[in-house]
T-cell receptor, first 116, second 111 residues
Framework: GAGVSQSPRYKVAKRGQDVALRCDPI?????LFWYQQALGQGPEFLTYFQNEAQLDKSGLPSDRFFAERPEGSVSTLKIQRTQQEDSAVYLC??????????????FGEGSRLTVL | DQQVKQNSPSLSVQEGRISILNCDYT??????FLWYKKYPAEGPTFLISISSIKDKNEDGRFTVFLNKSAKHLSLHIVPSQPGDSAVYFCAASGSARQLTFGSGTQLTVLP
């Protein structure tokens, strides 16, 4: 497809389970971002990749969160030992620009995680 | 510490009238501002942006105004249409690559 694709769209996990969320950015886009959106809030930054390099992971809330983009294309966000407060929509976004701050981001539809 | 604030969670306007959505920011290092629109079960989509060197940017029915001294920006939609009903997020960026978002305003345009 032409847009950013995320899977799964919906995930229900029991507390303590590990989950993996996948993002397929737009082909050729250099920059990839992960955001977390809690109910009724705006997206909050988690981490940023430029190609395969993770340049900023300052938004990851704990060491249970891990992201990778090994070949500079598809990215996976992994959450270990999920907690109820991890319940949110996880948004992936990509951008063709690797350097400019002014480029718009193209968002996927998100993966809604519910931790019981 | 919310660096980007949208103080109105919701706004209702009549079709054909002007919609004005407001946003305030606290970080003076922000130099680029964007508005995103979000429909239910979809990701946010880019709407319009403005650089800090400008005070106005217009694109069709959408105009964004920036008041740097007040650290305030607004989005004007005129005339408003029922299809404009969505959540609107204000976002800002500075030296860091990521965007900082506000909490959103739900706009409802009544036919």
């Amino acid at each position: 497809g032409a847009g950013v694709s995320q899977s799964p769209r919906y995930k229900v996990a029991k507390r303590g389970q590990d989950v993996a969320l996948r993002c397929d950015p737009i082909s050729g886009h250099v920059s990839l971002f992960w955001y977390q959106q809690a109910l009724g809030q705006g997206p909050e930054f988690l981490t940023y990749f430029q190609n395969e390099a993770q340049l900023d992971k300052s938004g990851l809330p704990s060491d249970r969160f891990f992201a990778e983009r090994p070949e500079g294309s598809v990215s996976t966000l992994k959450i270990q030992r999920t907690q109820q407060e991890d319940s949110a929509v996880y948004l992936c976004a990509s951008s063709p620009s690797g350097t400019q701050n002014t480029g718009e981001l193209f968002f996927g539809e998100g993966s809604r995680l519910t931790v019981l | 510490d919310q660096q980007v604030k949208q103080n109105s969670p919701s706004l209702s306007v009549q079709e054909g009238r002007i919609s004005i959505l407001n946003c305030d920011y606290t970080n003076s290092m922000f130099d680029y501002f964007l508005w995103y629109k979000k429909y239910p079960a979809e990701g946010p989509t880019f709407l319009i942006s403005i650089s800090s060197i400008k005070d106005k940017n217009e694109d069709g029915r959408f105009t964004v105004f920036l008041n740097k001294s007040a650290k305030h920006l607004s989005l004007h939609i005129v005339p408003s249409q029922p299809g404009d009903s969505a959540v609107y997020f204000c976002a800002a960026s500075g030296s860091a690559r990521q965007l900082t978002f506000g909490s959103g305003t739900q706009l409802t345009v009544l036919p």
